[in-house]
């Protein structure tokens, strides 16, 4: 096991410092954060003095070699437009982020679940069929049409809901969150459900997918000859069996939710990170761009782990080795 | 008599198919006395699983049971769901044929076992407990209290059914039915779980009803028997009666293609089946068969000192830690219109022997030649052409056709691709083809799900025909087969033998078709060739250890010759050793002339 998790751990290095090659030459080829940053009425020795300050007088490979030193160190740089560390500017907003992801995956579960089993059960009931299309329509609508739609129905025309910002928040652990207050809670459904409704739709198909493929299989045959209740049946013999493949499903979708978020948030006008990161790109801004991917590999490394940790422990067949026996 | 324990009368079971329903077994009749074990047997499609699962009525909403199904005075066909529930493991235990998909892979053993008896018996946990443990104790599986936290995987097929058996019974059921329960286990295995249900049957007292297509088990263990053709009962008498002088030509015509072995005693080539007609039961009278063997000629295929091993890698580096010893200093010959038989159980190398030699797995060591060609240092070019002489026909005739292919392109697939014919010639020459293994030319615009599993392995036949080869490798092609399509297919195989002078390298785990159909015997275990000898010398003679219990654990279709058997409790082995293991050369004995013996270290004896 901890031969196991060291191999992970060097797998991270190993993206990582890939992935921050790949975006240091792709954001050096792209263009001159200077060109941007700076208006046209700048002088050419304020241009010069700008560039130096950066760095970026040197040729790209000695900055990558600058980066990866002072990264070692736990330092990212600073942020060309703020002039703060660039992990302080992430960091502030990722509760934020972290805060909408999971309420999103907590929805798409509790919501998708339930819903797929049931659609798996009866696929050629009504109820089944008019979940499927729901489910349809969560995949094919853009996120950010449904958003406008929920804003205009919910916030404009019945006032229920409110449209923008995070609402009233709390200190938990010396985070700020906003579910904890009824205000908070207010502001959080709306880009909540938005950001769900794609893993809502998501989840329905592959539960129902899974529970239609466990009920043909000989053991739940075998189950119903051992005299079993159709209810132990399912909560014993096929749920278990379903969430193999969903869990692998979730972990990666958790990922995306963190990191894509971006659409809902800029609808919302949610202070998360994917606002930041947006903007960031748009100046070049590459210590945040770099430090934000960074963030996110190791998040999805950690998601990773997890979810093989998990699926060892539901499936008895997947046993985790690392370098020896 | 006693009143039937189960009596079904006029049963009915439909599908829906399509809108429609359609009727897949008709008026089934027939009654289990206490104690008593009844075996429905047939081929597949005879309706003799949808009888055991309508019993149950487990069929799902997709079909519907009509007529009266009388267990302990109630009737089952018309008792509402939640006493079937009563019902199901509880007064009716069920196993089912393949051990490795019945148990649920993700729950502890322990806990299978346990909400059987939580459910019916209203056990708490620990007491729960301690009763799966007395219970898999009484199937007979060793140190059953560590064993109740384990999975499936860690068990093996055998051992699985064992706990099937024991969660069956965990109520004492008055009547266990068993659906083909041994038909997916290795022979000797086969005869380990027969003895133990014959056991657990005496010591329950319940009535059994064994479902299964082999009339060799059904002479072990019935009383009487049942027999089932296309929905039908078409015979059912004492099992004595039925295979003394069986009414039906149904049943005379199975009875007459199933290989018994011990049956070829004094005959010195291998013998046709007798074909018996359907509907009259009348037999046509065997052909001698020819003796194909060219000893005058060298040998097509000369394999020498074969070693196939397939590493085992773990970790980052992936690191070689051990191999799996799958072919282990093989060494053999087979000659132009001879027949030698690879037989052994499941992991005893036989499969990959036959791939070795063709090159469809690469071998480790040693030395392979088809018609005086090296195989092990052939270029792919030079491959392609020894493959020519060397052609494999499989087992599964379902999975070995291309199912968006016709048949006709499939048979001329690898004519054109050798180059050896353009197209127009190659229609000509599959019709020829389809003629030689008795189908019609016309069959060639088919496809594959037109045909039926016998025709489709006809159809492989042709196909590796195509190339006029010298030698063919029949990787189980048989034993996927009923029993009178087999006995056909294996007819099929001699004709051709006799009319193309082939030799064939035959690898089956069935050793009743082994005896029918070869001129010579290798026996293999673990990888090893523990005996090898003219089949007679092997049959009438048997020296190694394995071989007599290979053969004493094979069912013998006569019910006046049940044996009182000593079968022991052993697992097939496995073949795995670490890295940097060498196994101690082999050396054979010559009992009599060509019939080898493995000179038997001490810890080898089986």
Redesign the interface.
């Known amino acids: 096991m901890s031969?196991y998790l060291f191999?992970r751990v060097?797998q991270t290095i190993v993206t990582l410092f890939v992935m921050s090659l790949l975006v240091f030459v792709g954001l050096y080829l792209v263009g001159n954060p200077v060109d941007v940053l700076l208006s046209s009425s700048a002088t050419p020795a304020e241009r010069l003095e700008v560039i130096q300050a950066f760095g970026l007088d040197r040729p790209v490979w000695e900055q990558y070699f600058v980066f990866l030193g002072k990264a070692l160190t736990g330092d990212l740089g600073n942020s060309f437009v703020f002039n703060q560390p660039a992990l302080d500017l992430i960091l502030q907003r990722m509760p934020a982020t972290l805060e909408l992801a999971f309420v999103a995956l907590v929805m798409a579960l509790v919501l998708g679940i339930p819903l797929g089993i049931y659609a798996g059960l009866k696929p050629h009931s009504l109820v089944s069929k008019s979940i499927m299309t729901f489910s349809i329509l969560g995949f094919s609508l853009p996120t950010f049409w449904i958003g406008l739609i929920m804003i205009m129905v919910f916030s404009v025309q019945l006032g229920w809901l409110p449209a923008s910002g995070r609402g009233q928040t709390v200190e938990l652990l010396g985070v700020p969150v906003s579910f904890l207050t009824w205000d908070g809670l207010s502001h959080l459904i709306l880009p909540a459900f938005n950001l769900a409704l794609f893993k809502i739709s998501l989840v329905i198909r592959l539960t129902r997918a899974g529970v239609m493929e466990v009920m043909q299989?000989?053991?739940v045959?075998?189950?119903?000859?051992?005299?079993?209740?159709e209810s132990?049946i399912l909560r014993?013999?096929v749920l278990?069996?379903t969430l193999?493949p969903l869990i692998t499903v979730i972990g990666l979708e958790l990922g995306s939710l963190i990191a894509f978020a971006v659409v809902t948030e800029t609808i919302f006008a949610w202070p998360g990170m994917g606002k930041l990161i947006i903007d960031s790109i748009a100046v070049l801004d590459r210590p945040v761009v770099l430090a934000y991917l960074m963030i996110t590999v190791i998040m999805f490394s950690v998601i990773n782990l997890v979810v093989d940790i998990l699926y060892s422990v539901?499936?008895?067949?997947v046993r985790l080795?690392?370098?020896?026996? | 008599m006693t009143r039937p324990i189960l009596s079904i009368d006029d049963l009915n079971t439909a599908f829906k198919v399509g809108g429609e329903w359609r009727n897949v077994i008709r008026d089934v009749t027939f009654d289990i006395a206490e104690r008593e074990t009844v075996a429905v047997v047939g081929e597949s499609g005879s309706g003799k699983s949808v009888t055991a699962m309508s019993i149950m009525r487990l069929l799902g909403p997709n079909a519907r049971s009509t007529g009266r199904i009388e267990f302990e005075g109630q009737d089952l066909l018309s008792l509402p769901m939640d006493l079937m529930q009563h019902i199901r493991g509880n007064r009716i235990g069920m196993i089912f044929q393949e051990p490795m998909t019945s148990l649920n892979p993700v729950l502890k053993i322990g806990d299978q076992i346990t909400e059987v008896l939580m459910q019916h018996r209203g056990m708490d946990q620990g007491k729960a407990r301690a009763e799966a443990v007395r219970l898999l104790d009484k199937v007979r599986i060793p140190s059953a209290q560590a064993r109740l936290n384990e999975y499936p995987m860690s068990f093996s097929g055998g051992m699985r059914q064992r706990v099937v058996i024991a969660i069956a019974l965990a109520c004492e059921p008055k009547l266990l039915i068993a659906d083909e329960p041994t038909t997916a286990l290795d022979v000797t295995i086969q005869a380990q779980i027969l003895e133990l249900i014959k056991t657990l049957q005496q010591e329950e007292g319940m009535s059994v009803l064994f479902i299964t297509h082999d009339m060799g088990v059904v002479a072990e263990i019935s009383d009487r028997t049942v027999v089932m053709y296309r929905g039908d009962i078409v015979e059912a008498d004492t099992t004595e009666r039925i295979f003394r002088d069986a009414a039906h030509p149904y049943t005379r015509a199975l009875l007459s293609a199933v290989p018994q072995l011990g049956s070829m005693a004094g005959e010195p080539r291998p013998l046709r089946f007798p074909i018996v007609d359907m509907r009259t039961g009348e037999a046509q009278p065997v052909k001698p068969t020819a003796d194909t063997v060219r000893t005058d000629e060298a040998p097509i295929l000369k394999v020498d000192h074969l070693v196939t091993r397939f590493p085992v890698r773990k970790g980052i580096l992936q690191r070689t830690v051990g191999n799996i010893h799958a072919v282990e200093d093989v060494s053999f010959e087979l000659r132009k219109g001879e027949t030698l038989s690879l037989v052994g159980e499941s992991g005893c190398g036989k499969s990959t022997t036959g791939r070795s030699i063709i090159r469809l797995t690469d071998l480790t060591s040693g030395s392979v030649t088809i018609s005086g060609r090296d195989v092990a240092s052939a270029s792919k070019t030079e491959l392609a052409s020894i493959r020519r002489d060397a052609q494999m026909i499989f087992q599964d005739p379902f999975e070995s056709l291309n199912p968006r292919m016709r048949v006709g392109d499939a048979i001329a697939e690898p004519m054109v691709t050798h180059g050896l014919v353009n197209r127009a010639d190659a229609r000509q020459r599959v019709g020829k083809l389809l003629e030689q293994v008795g189908l019609s030319p016309a069959m060639a615009d088919r496809f594959p799900h037109e045909f039926s599993g016998g025709q489709r392995q006809r159809v492989c036949i042709a196909r590796a025909l195509a190339l006029d080869p010298k030698l063919i490798v029949a990787d189980e092609s048989v034993s996927a087969l009923d029993v009178s399509i087999k006995a056909q297919v294996i007819n099929l195989m001699l004709d051709l033998q006799e009319q193309l002078g082939l030799g064939y390298l035959f690898i089956s785990h069935d050793m009743a078709v082994v005896e029918r159909i070869s001129h010579r015997v290798a026996v293999m275990y673990l990888g090893e060739i523990v005996e090898i000898g003219p089949r007679q010398a092997v049959f009438e003679n048997p020296q190694h250890p394995y071989t007599r219990k290979l053969m004493s654990a094979v069912p013998i279709a006569d019910p006046t010759r049940r044996r009182v058997r000593n079968i022991s409790n052993d697992e097939i082995r496995s073949p795995y050793h670490d890295a940097g293991y060498t196994p101690a050369p082999l050396h054979y004995q010559e009992v009599s002339a060509g019939h080898f013996v493995q000179m038997q270290a001490v810890e080898k004896a089986a």
């Open positions: 031969s191999s060097i299989l000989d053991f045959r075998f189950a119903r000859a051992k005299g079993m209740p132990r014993v013999h278990k069996n193999i539901v499936d008895p067949r080795e690392g370098g020896s026996r």
